[in-house]
T-cell receptor, first 114, second 113 residues
Framework: DAGVTQSPTHLIKTRGQQVTLRCSPK?????VSWYQQALGQGPQFIFQ???????QRGNFPDRFSGHQFPNYSSELNVNALLLGDSALYLC?????????????FGQGTRLTVV | QQQVKQSPQSLIVQKGGISIINCAYE??????FPWYQQFPGKGPALLIA?????SEKKEGRFTISFNKSAKQFSLHIMDSQPGDSATYFC????????????FGQGTILTVHP
């Protein structure tokens, strides 16, 4: 079992550009959540996907959007990048619709906006 | 009401000592409390978790103590080792959150040999 895999591991983008990050959940998991972790901070919830729909969302602007595919993998898209979007982006997967079951994280994608 | 407050921010312990990290929450709907361990450049790894129906859970050298009335929970690391040096996060979820985790601010643990 490969666990939760994210790609790419590192990315450098310029202000105003758009970025797409990818996540493959752990085998058997159907729920994918995305988190943003700024340096020295705890992860902050961005949104969660279940059954190919955004089920809940944290306090992030509409520049952050996502998608879940029929195989449960997911993408996070960020438009009009700002310097403040520089962070570690984490994907977490859970089984059983995420009903307070264990969440497993990937290694993250380090996004640097210059 | 969604906050989880974690202390201390940093902790230095000698090898073989006990490391204790505390968290407090406000939302009484929370009913799942995991602890994550994170090494630099890596994603958080689930260490141990507890639900409010028990007051303590132990897995190897790691123990969670839970006080529902005080809305507090803590992680105890017994016989701390240099390899335990990492950042530890408490988290909470529950109610209608479908597993959305609210994290504490993190504790940087350093274990000196």
């Amino acid at each position: 079992d490969a666990g939760v895999t994210q790609s790419p591991t590192h990315l450098i983008k310029t202000r105003g550009q758009q970025v797409t990050l990818r996540c493959s959940p752990k085998s058997g998991h159907d729920t994918v959540s995305w988190y943003q972790q700024a340096l020295g901070q705890g992860p902050q919830f961005i949104f969660q996907y279940y059954e190919e729909e955004e089920r809940q969302r944290g306090n992030f602007p509409d520049r952050f959007s996502g998608h879940q595919f029929p195989n449960y993998s997911s993408e996070l898209n960020v438009n009009a990048l700002l310097l403040g979007d520089s962070a570690l982006y984490l994907c977490a997967s859970s089984p059983l619709g995420g009903m307070n079951t264990e969440a497993f994280f990937g290694q993250g994608t380090r996004l640097t906006v210059v | 009401q969604q906050q989880v407050k974690q202390s201390p921010q940093s902790l230095i312990v000698q090898k073989g000592g006990i490391s204790i990290i505390n968290c407090a929450y406000e939302n009484t709907a929370f009913d799942y409390f995991p602890w994550y361990q994170q090494f630099p450049g890596k994603g958080p790894a689930l260490l141990i978790a507890i639900r409010p129906d028990v007051s303590e859970k132990k897995e190897g050298r790691f123990t969670i103590s839970f006080n529902k009335s005080a809305k507090q929970f803590s992680l105890h690391i017994m016989d701390s080792q240099p390899g335990d040096s990492a950042t530890y996060f408490c988290a909470a979820s529950g109610g209608t959150s479908y597993g959305k985790l609210t994290f504490g601010q993190g504790t940087i643990l350093t274990v000196h040999p």
